[in-house]
């Protein structure tokens, strides 16, 4: 049975925390709790916002009380609905990571001590989890950056970084969605648009999915920008199959708080 703790969040939302640590299997649940919230379609509930290790649930007070909604809450077990998913559909993100959309990563090579070549086979050889979204419309807060890659923020944040950058900031890699300030190291760049307000969805990924991260040419690039443009991309989605862990820990509590760029 999951256990998480219920609190109200001023008078119109209530949140279900699940724990002081930032960890896959926390963070399945946290989304398997909003599925199922989702799911009942729980009249007066408006907006859910998932977190690392929270779901704020935003609601109507005066169509649904706080004691109401948490009472319905207390009932659901995200731990049962989550043990049940064995397989997750995996985006591929396409990531061209040559010097004009990178210019931080020979930076990134002499902090590291790693070739360019080494940490491009390294960050495109991970699957990512969508922990979460924030900070822009369409950001992703990914988790499972390898060590090796790791670093800090700029020193001197930019004042514009490029809409779909790929950046590095501490234990995380993300994707600026559009141009905006930013002090992570920029290593890539993708042609996919992660928000695009024309689209019925404006977000292209959501909290609790998967994307991996495949190096193109700058002519693939090219190439797949112009069938972005025209609409007739087709985004390629895999199936992968998980492996339970004993340790699915990924990020510390109080390692990165996600809330700088």
């Known amino acids: 049975m999951s256990r998480f703790t219920i609190f109200p969040e001023g008078d119109r939302a209530l949140v279900a925390d699940f724990g002081n640590i930032i960890d896959e299997k926390i ?12 799911a009942q379609k729980i009249s007066g ?22 004691g109401e909604l948490r009472a319905q809450l207390e009932k659901m077990d ?20 040559e010097e004009e959309f990178a210019p931080d990563l020979k930076g990134l090579s002499d902090l590291s001590g790693l070739s360019t070549d080494e940490i491009i086979k390294i960050h495109s050889g991970i699957t990512y989890k969508i922990y979460m ?25 930019r004042t514009s970084i490029p ?7 501490g234990s995380q890699t993300g994707v600026y969605p559009i141009a905006s300030p930013g002090g992570w190291r920029l290593i890539g760049s993708t042609p996919l648009e992660f928000y695009d307000p024309s689209r019925q969805d404006p977000i292209l990924c959501h909290a609790g999915e998967y994307i991996h991260f495949s190096p193109v040419s700058k002519a693939e690039y090219t190439d797949i920008r112009k069938e972005v443009a025209m609409g007739g991309y087709i985004p390629v989605i895999n199936t992968i199959h998980i492996e339970d862990s004993a340790d699915r820990s990924l990020i510390s509590a ?7 760029q």
């Open 27 to 38: 963070n399945d649940e946290v989304n398997s709790l909003a599925s199922m919230i989702t």
């Open 254 to 260: 109080e390692g990165s708080t996600g809330n700088e």
């Open 78 to 97: 995200p731990d049962e609905a989550s043990a049940d998913v064995s397989t997750r559909e995996v985006l591929e993100v396409p990531c061209c990571y």
């Open 45 to 66: 509930v408006s907006e859910l916002l998932p977190t690392y290790r929270s779901l704020v649930v935003f609601y109507d007070p005066l169509v649904l009380t706080y």
């Open 163 to 169: 809409a779909r950058s790929v950046g590095i900031g």
């Open 133 to 157: 979204l924030g900070f822009l419309p369409g950001f992703v807060y990914l988790g499972g950056l390898d060590k090796r890659i790791a670093a800090p923020r700029l020193d001197s944040p």
